[in-house]
């Protein structure tokens, strides 16, 4: 009898598939996206020594409360971890989309970065 697998383990397996080629590097760390389905997170992480460069999300200070759609957020939250990326002297990253598709509040997020001078 076939068994069925659920929309977040078959997401998860799709993560793990995606990560065993793509890792965050000192010169080059991972800006890992992950979505719920009210928020949106995300973080620069130096693979090598485990540590997160930058982070932020729609549960910040600056964001909180604000008026929009989920995507108009999502891009925010995506303008913001650049800023902050570049803060932290991060240029160029590797975009890892944790087995989501790339559009919607994904892409939204991608493109705010990209706009706030973050090079991937």
């Not at 992950?34 to 130096?46: E, G, K």
């Not at 925010?76 to 990253?93: E, F, K």
């Amino acid at each position: 009898m076939a068994q069925t697998v659920g929309r977040s383990a078959a997401r998860e397996k799709r993560h793990s598939r995606i990560r065993l080629r793509l890792a965050g590097t000192q010169e080059r760390p991972r800006l890992a996206v992950f979505r719920s389905l009210n928020q949106i997170y995300a973080q620069v992480i130096d693979d090598t020594t485990g540590r997160t460069l930058a982070s932020a999300s729609t549960l910040d200070e600056s964001l909180r409360g604000g008026s929009g759609t989920k995507t108009e957020k999502a891009r925010q939250v995506g303008a913001l971890i650049g800023t902050r990326a570049r803060a932290a002297g991060v240029q160029q990253v590797v975009f890892d989309r944790a087995g989501f598709r790339y559009h919607g509040r994904i892409a939204a997020l991608a493109e705010g970065a990209r706009a706030s001078g973050l090079d991937f």
